[in-house]
């Protein structure tokens, strides 16, 4: 007999990932998960993209969400709209993005566009080359 269980007891670790950290990682920072581990987001990684959950140091265990909505920081100057994608710009901010880019989300809700300094974005979290979602 399979007992019931909540749907979010179900899903509470639904996109979440523990891995080893190839460097110093902050809860909080963009990262892409790789073959040598997670490191920090830059703008020319590949890998799967996520959002640190955990600090860790080097070698040392952290779960990365690689599902969900998050608040990311904008970099100075851009202000997108509901349905822009966003790319990593550094391991802390999004921008509008260039060709060498790595696109990391899509935006579901902006700030006032006075203040532009944060967009609710849902990850993408696939296999990504720089400049490319892969399908």
């Known amino acids: ?47 799967i993209f ?16 690689t599902r969900g909505v998050f608040t990311m920081d904008l970099a100075a100057s851009f202000n997108p709209d509901v349905g822009d994608y966003v790319y990593v710009a550094s391991d802390v901010t999004v921008d509008g993005g260039a060709s060498n880019d790595y696109p990391c989300g899509v935006v579901v809700g902006t700030t006032d566009p006075a203040e532009a300094t944060t967009a609710t974005c849902l990850l993408i979290a696939r296999q990504a080359t720089a400049g490319v979602i892969q399908a």
Do not use: Y
């Open 1 to 47: 007999m399979v007992a019931a269980v909540p749907v979010e007891a179900l899903c509470s670790d639904f996109g979440k990932v523990r891995i080893k950290a190839n460097g110093a990682v902050t809860a909080g920072d963009m990262v892409v998960l790789g073959t040598d581990g997670v490191a920090p987001a830059t703008g020319s990684t590949t890998g």
């Open 50 to 65: 996520g959002i640190a959950l955990t600090s860790a140091a080097d070698d040392a265990a952290v779960v990365v969400a």
